[in-house]
């Protein structure tokens, strides 16, 4: 556990960029600095905690403010430390906005919540409230991944006869789901001739791994301070972003490429209805 420190972050993507996710020493954002800078092959935009372009990295690595003028420093995450001020209010900006969350709900002690008409309590510390809920829905992201994983790796399998003599679809989908996420994210690799998508989805088991094994060691938990919590959710809505990227990625893939064409149906969160808008223009 980390009391007191003067910055943090942690490595993760911010949409097809990776790179540095920075926080001050109270652990509000303050930007995202791509790897990108260091190549020095193009300009780099840091994009700050609201959304707005904090900072400009020339490919000769001179450093610019947002209107266009020279800066004294050499270090984007100096800068980013002793010159962006920090969004300190309790909505997630920045990384929730940029892959379409929502504020956390914080909830009071005990914790009253209702499940199939039966009420439970439970009394735990109030940032767990968000925290919990949070790698609760993650975790259920987890699981519908791997899943779809399995039934397309199953698929595909019969689809070009790779496969034990006898062996249907649902032996295969069941042998599926025997395997780690490892093992089902290298079958893929036979079907798949693209390096983008290959990386997205070797990137989400990564980052599946970590958010499983390690998140809640990596920041002290049960002894987190504010500051932790902040950090800690900033990095489970990447892992997210992680994980639903390298499925639209494989998805499309798939589609584009004719090797697998899908019908994708989402469910509205409100209504439970189908969206319609959400079908792809693909048949089966």
């Not at 409230?129 to 519908?144: K, S, T």
């Not at 599926?176 to 997205?200: P, Q």
């Amino acid at each position: 556990m980390v009391n007191e420190f003067s910055s943090s972050g942690f490595q993760g993507k911010l949409g097809d960029l990776s790179g540095y996710y920075v926080f001050d020493k109270d652990g509000y954002y303050l930007g995202f600095i791509p790897d990108l800078y260091k190549d020095k092959t193009c300009d780099v935009i840091v994009p700050g905690p609201d959304g707005k372009v904090a900072l400009v990295i020339l490919r000769n690595g001179v450093l610019q403010n947002p209107d266009g003028t020279p800066t004294n420093y050499t270090d984007p995450l100096l800068y980013l430390i002793e010159q962006i001020q920090p969004v300190t209010n309790q909505k997630l900006h920045s990384i929730s906005q940029a892959i379409g969350e929502q504020t956390l709900p914080f909830g009071l002690r005990p914790f009253p919540f209702n499940v199939g008409g039966i009420e439970f309590y439970l009394t735990i510390q109030p940032n767990d409230h968000g925290l919990f809920a949070l790698l609760g829905v993650v975790l259920a992201d987890i699981q519908a991944f791997e899943t779809l994983l399995c039934d397309l790796l199953a698929t595909l399998d019969t689809k070009a006869g790779r496969r034990k003599p006898n062996a249907n679809y649902d032996q295969l989908l069941s042998n599926n789901y025997s395997k780690t996420l490892g093992v089902v994210v290298r079958a893929f690799r036979h079907y798949l001739n693209d390096t983008e998508t290959a990386d997205a989805l070797s990137y989400a088991k990564d980052r599946r791994n970590f958010l499983v094994h390690n998140i809640l060691r990596k920041y002290g938990w049960w002894l987190m301070s504010d500051a932790e919590y902040r950090v800690c959710v900033y990095e489970i809505f990447e892992i997210r972003s992680a994980i639903k990227m390298a499925e639209d990625k494989l998805v499309k893939y798939l589609n584009d490429s004719n090797t697998l064409p899908i019908i994708r149906l989402d469910l509205d969160s409100l209504s439970k209805d189908i969206n319609e808008d959400s079908i792809e223009n693909h048949s089966i």
